[in-house]
């Protein structure tokens, strides 16, 4: 819609991408703009890349994804079948997302997602040992989701707050991938960001 005839719109596709049948993959809507696909991904059947969309390295997009414009999917990112996201929503790294879901909000790196209106549902274990992440980061990960997401503390406070607790934490302050994790659950509320998908915070009651 936002297409002007004659306008110059562009389309980078990096190295070592396997684009399978049926697929579109638009470019971007204005001149000014680019969509783009990295390194070394594996596109199946059916899927759609809409315009603007910025799709990083190693993912894998099963048959029927559907992304619309402005998506971002960083990187080993991989969605199961039939997987819809809304425009402008962030796939964060090493995340995956279950077969059918609708993604209208941001997933957070290392997260596992699904639902109709996907949910969080726990950290993407098996794709964490799949890619080679320590017993240690992996621990260290949990501990972490369960503080931010499953306290039973019934003072703990709001999200911002479990997150701040979080990153002052001596067990988490020296640990780079919880530092990502909680980054990237804070850049999905800055500024125009769309937020994270839903999830349940536990209580006492």
């Given amino acids: 819609m936002k297409f002007k005839p004659g ?19 638009h470019r971007s809507a204005k001149a000014t703009e680019k969509t783009v696909i990295g390194d ?48 402008f929503c962030r796939i964060g790294s090493f995340s995956f997302i279950g077969g059918g879901s609708v993604i209208s909000q941001d997933v957070p790196m290392y997260t596992m997602v699904s639902g109709e ?53 001596d067990d988490f302050v020296k640990v780079p991938v919880v530092s990502s994790m909680v980054q990237s659950i804070r850049d999905s509320f800055a500024g125009s960001s769309r937020g994270i998908c839903r999830y349940r915070h536990r209580n006492g009651s």
Wanted: with cysteine.
């Fill in 7 to 25: 306008d110059e719109c562009f389309l980078y596709i990096g190295d070592n991408n396997d684009i399978r049948e049926h697929t579109s993959i």
């Fill in 40 to 87: 070394n991904n594996l596109i199946m059947g059916s899927c759609h890349i809409a315009h603007d969309c910025k799709i990083g390295n190693n993912n894998i997009l099963a048959n029927g994804t559907l992304l619309a414009g402005h998506v971002i999917v960083q990187d080993h990112v991989h969605t199961a079948g039939a997987t819809v996201v809304h425009q």
């Fill in 117 to 169: 209106r996907a949910e969080l549902r726990g950290l993407n274990i098996e794709g964490l040992r799949r890619h080679s992440f320590s017993d240690a980061e992996i621990r260290s990960l949990r501990s972490a989701y369960r503080k931010i997401f499953m306290s039973s503390n019934s003072d703990s406070g709001g999200l911002d707050q479990r997150l701040a607790e979080v990153e002052q934490l």
